[in-house]
Structures are given as C-alpha cells and as structure tokens.
Nanobody, 131 residues
Framework: QVQLVESGGGLVQAGGALRLSCVVS????????MGWFRQAPGKDREFVAA???????YYAESVKGRFTISRDNAKNTVYLQMKSLTPADTAVYSC?????????????????????????WGQGTQVTVSS
C-alpha cells in the first residue's frame, strides 16, 4: 500500500517560515514526480509546486520566489520550504505522488500541475498564518 504522510504544519506569524515534509512508502520514490497542493476552506484545491523524478521543478505563480520544493531520494521524502508567509497561504497542504514511472516528454511535464496526474495523496497538514 502506498502511503504519504505530511508533517511540519502549524501556526506561524505573517512573514514567518515553515518547512513541510512528506514521507512516502510503498512505491519506488525516486522514479516518480511529487507534487504539493493546498486547499483553503471554501476554495478549490490548487497546485503549489512539483518536482519530477529527474529534478525538474515547477511552481504556482503565487508562491514563486517564496517556496522551494526539494526531494531527498535516500529518505523517500519531499520538502516544501515556505518563506515570507502571508494569511493567503493558510490552507491544508497535501503532497501527492504521480502514476507514471520515469515519465518524460512535453505532455508529462505539462501535466505535473494537474491533480489528475497524481495517484496517491497524503492526509494533509494544516498551515495557518496569522496577520
């Protein structure tokens, strides 16, 4: 069974930073892309960042320059370092792993922003940014 477990969420003041972690088990982590998504109350889930199995990185415009996604294949872990947080970043943050092994090609990379690309999801971790 593929499992993803996020951690690192919490309450932080505006301007602060948090580092989220997501540990994956049950799948060959190094062969798959990982994505971070978030969902605020009453809003749709939205793309935040993704990193392909080969290291290509993509960010939503709203977080570019503030958030950094990275992965440690030896630890089966993907990270999201968040800086300069604002109340607009308040949401449940979830990580996900895609359904393609060692994907490649233009369509593969373009689809990393789409929720449907990802097969398994973690339970999410709450990030609350106070003003």
């Amino acid at each position: 069974q593929v499992q993803l477990v996020e951690s690192g969420g919490g309450l932080v003041q505006a301007g602060g930073a948090l580092r989220l972690s997501c540990v994956v088990s049950g799948r060959t982590f190094s062969d798959h892309a990982m994505g971070w998504f978030r969902q605020a109350p009453g809003k749709d889930r939205e793309f935040v960042a993704a990193i392909s199995w080969s290291g290509n990185i993509y960010y939503a415009e709203s977080v570019k320059g503030r958030f950094t996604i990275s992965r440690d294949n030896a630890k089966n872990t993907v990270y999201l370092q968040m800086k300069s947080l604002t109340p607009a970043d308040t949401a449940v943050y979830s990580c996900a792993i895609d359904d393609t092994t060692r994907g490649s090609g233009s369509n593969y990379y373009m689809r990393l922003r789409l929720q449907g690309t990802y097969e398994y999801w973690g339970q999410g971790t709450q990030v609350t940014v106070s003003s």
